[in-house]
Structure formats: structure tokens, C-alpha cells
């Protein structure tokens, strides 16, 4: 996913990055860290979308040579990974130390999607990538597992929740950034039943004061949990699964 943002930026790798080629506020080569390349590929992601942090978009955006961000990081992966920290750091677990595990994993997952929806464009490449050594994020995992575990839940089904969960949030997120009207069926005529339940939709939710994405949300959430509820008493009581 490099070529696209590298390629564009082929031209700069050999001109100077000295002071008189900065702009105001970019840092001095000597005071760059993991933490501020890691930032700006996010800014960047951000701003241009999942191709947009390549090594020489971001050396360009610090006004710095390529080969000074390579004594910070190891390459694009080093890069992703980061910008994943960044986003997990942002999501609390105090509340699987203070509330029952299905109302900490409620109050968690609104976290989690806000952190993400803030940066849409990560979610597609984030999503799919391998944790890395060392991670934050595995520590974040490893605080709702336990939390879980600790409630009762089986270790060999608290993956699968959390794996469901997950999809749902980030799937959640994406949302929360789409048009509020890109179901809108239009003057069709030929789709009565589907017009009439957006338009109903529309009046439910106006009433209500509440966006398509919040209500989508907290319905579906509010359905994982009592599907999840139902797993975990039919667990704890050895009946057979619903």
C-alpha cells in the first residue's frame, strides 16, 4: 500500500531537508520519535485516505530526509502498527474494574467506536492486520479477556465474543460517518414497503432526536448483549446452548 503514496513523492527524496527548506513548525531532524511519525501517518491517513502515509509523504510532512524516519521505525508495517496504538491507547478499560462485565462491555464498545469513527479511514487498514510484538492493543485485549474470564465466561469462547463484538463496533464506526440519507429510496414506486419504513424511520428518530448511526447502534448492541447474556447463563447453568 506504499507504491501509492511513495511514488508521488519520488521527486522529493533528494532534495535537502535542511532548516531553510522547512516550513514553520516542522521539527528539527534531531527530535523526531516513534510517537510524533506514528501521528502524522495518522493526520495524513486522515486527510487522504489509507494510501496517503507513505515513508516519503511523512518525511515530506516533517521536512526531514526518508532515511531519518528509519532510525524510528522499520517500514510501513512499523507504521500501521502505530497508528493502531494510537487509537487503541485511546479506549478506557477502567469500567471492567467497576462494572459487571456485560455493562463494562456496553460502556467499552462506545468508546471503542468513537475512537475509530474519529478516524475512518484507518478502520479497512487496521482491521485486517496481525498485532504486533510488544503491543499496546494486546494489552487492551488482554484487559477485556480477563475481565471476562473473571466474570465466568469459558477462555475458549471469549475470543469468539470479542472477535464479534469487534466486527459489529467497527462496522459501527464506519457508519457513524455515512450520509444520513444514503438509504433514501428516492421517488421510487416500485419499493412501497421499503419507502414507507425509511419514512417511518425518519419521523421514529426525529422525535427522538437521535441520528440513523446512534440508533443503529445502540439497537444492535443492546441485542448482542442479550444474546451474549443468554450464552452466559446457558454456560453457567450447563444447559444446552440456545
Excluded at 501517518?41 to 496517503?52: K, Q
Excluded at 496504538?85 to 477502567?94: F, G, K, T
Excluded at 465466568?152 to 463496533?169: C, D, K, M, T, Y
Amino acid at each position: 500500500m506504499t507504491t501509492t503514496a511513495d511514488d508521488g513523492d519520488r521527486a522529493e527524496a533528494g532534495r535537502s531537508a535542511g532548516p531553510s527548506r522547512r516550513r514553520a513548525g516542522r521539527p528539527a531532524q534531531g527530535i523526531l520519535s516513534r510517537r510524533l511519525i506514528f501521528e502524522t501517518a495518522l493526520r495524513l491517513v486522515d486527510r487522504g485516505g489509507a494510501d496517503a502515509a507513505g515513508i516519503r509523504a511523512i518525511a515530506k510532512e516533517l521536512g526531514v530526509q526518508p532515511s531519518a524516519l528509519y532510525n524510528h521505525v522499520d517500514g510501513y508495517p512499523d507504521l500501521i502498527a502505530g497508528m493502531r496504538e494510537l487509537i487503541s491507547d485511546r479506549i478506557p478499560l477502567d469500567m471492567f474494574d467497576r462494572s459487571p462485565w456485560d455493562e463494562a462491555l456496553v460502556e467499552w464498545s462506545g468508546h471503542y467506536r468513537d475512537a475509530f469513527a474519529a478516524h475512518p479511514s484507518t478502520v479497512a487498514l487496521l482491521a485486517v492486520l496481525p498485532l504486533a510484538e510488544e503491543s499496546s492493543t494486546t494489552l487492551m485485549y488482554d484487559g477485556v479477556i480477563r475481565a471476562l474470564v473473571r466474570a465466568g465466561w469459558p477462555q475458549e469462547r471469549v475470543l469468539i465474543l470479542l472477535v464479534a463484538l469487534e466486527s459489529f463496533i467497527l462496522g459501527s464506526a464506519l457508519d457513524l460517518g455515512a450520509d444520513e440519507q444514503m438509504l433514501d429510496p428516492g421517488p421510487r414506486t416500485d419499493v412501497p414497503t421499503f419507502t414507507s419504513a425509511y419514512r417511518a424511520r425518519a419521523e421514529f428518530l426525529s422525535a427522538r432526536r437521535q441520528s440513523t448511526a446512534d440508533a443503529s447502534f445502540e439497537f444492535g448492541l443492546r441485542a448482542m448483549l442479550a444474546g451474549f447474556r443468554a450464552e452466559f447463563d446457558a454456560l453457567r447453568s450447563d444447559r444446552p446452548e440456545p
